[in-house]
């Protein structure tokens, strides 16, 4: 199996950590974030079998996946991540949605939309970004989400115990961890999500990359010209 993605974490991070813990056998592409990066990426995506084609995308075997949610489902899938109860598996599902929303409320506030972001793009005359504003106004949902986030890491994991483990919770252990960074006075008090995540860390494959060199000295979280990119 092989991931393409940027050369930061971003929206392709939880799969990785679903790949590090599993056995799978994969490779790990990571395009620069530079005009080249980008006219790599340009001929990667007109590759025939390229669906809905966007970053990060899989190839497994002549598949070809892209799209973050329908790529964490189908490794779940592959590594044995996704519950066979219907209750569980409605509540991962809910989990990765509110997941998703925060991480792309994140993205909204660190990078202009107005700025020229790729190629192409052309500046607005008229738009402000507002980086301020945003993040005050982010981090005030974030605190009310994770209010309800929190009581379902009571038992561990989302499911159970850490011998239960979803890739909801491979999910929320790195959009926590990114938001963490973000907005760390944000998580004061939320006792169940920061034991979740000191314990998730722990794990074979997560711990190895967490204690080895390229995390140590500091990965990219958001693109070099976000406002915010976390290094």
């Not at 189908?74 to 044995?80: D, Q, S």
Request: aromatic residues 12%; contains cysteine; hydrophobic residues 40%.
């Amino acid at each position: 199996m092989k991931l393409t993605y940027w050369d930061l974490r971003g929206l392709a991070e939880p799969v990785r950590y679903m790949l590090r813990y599993s056995d799978i056998e994969w490779e790990d592409v990571r395009l620069p974030v530079t005009m080249e990066g980008f006219g790599t990426w340009m001929q990667l995506k007109s590759q025939p079998g390229m669906i809905c084609a966007n970053l990060p995308f899989i190839e497994d075997g002549d598949k070809k996946i892209s799209q973050s949610v329908a790529i964490f489902r189908y490794v779940a899938r592959k590594t044995g991540l996704i519950p066979q109860d219907i209750d569980e598996l409605t509540l991962c599902e809910m989990v990765e949605q509110e997941l998703m929303d925060l991480r792309n409320r994140l993205t909204r506030t660190c990078y202009s939309s107005y700025k020229v972001l790729r190629p192409g793009d052309k500046a607005s005359e008229k738009g402000v970004h507002d980086f301020e504003h945003l993040k005050n106004s982010f981090k005030k949902r974030l605190s009310e989400r994770l209010a309800i986030i929190d009581p379902l890491f009571a038992k561990g994991s989302l499911t159970g115990g850490f011998d239960k483990l979803t890739y909801a919770d491979f999910m929320a252990f790195e959009f926590l961890d990114q938001f963490r960074t973000f907005a760390p006075e944000c998580f004061e008090g939320f006792e169940n999500i920061n034991k979740f995540s000191s314990e998730f860390a722990k794990l074979k494959g997560v711990k190895e990359w967490r204690e080895g060199e390229v995390f140590k000295a500091g990965e990219y979280i958001n693109a070099p010209i976000a406002e915010w990119h976390g290094k």
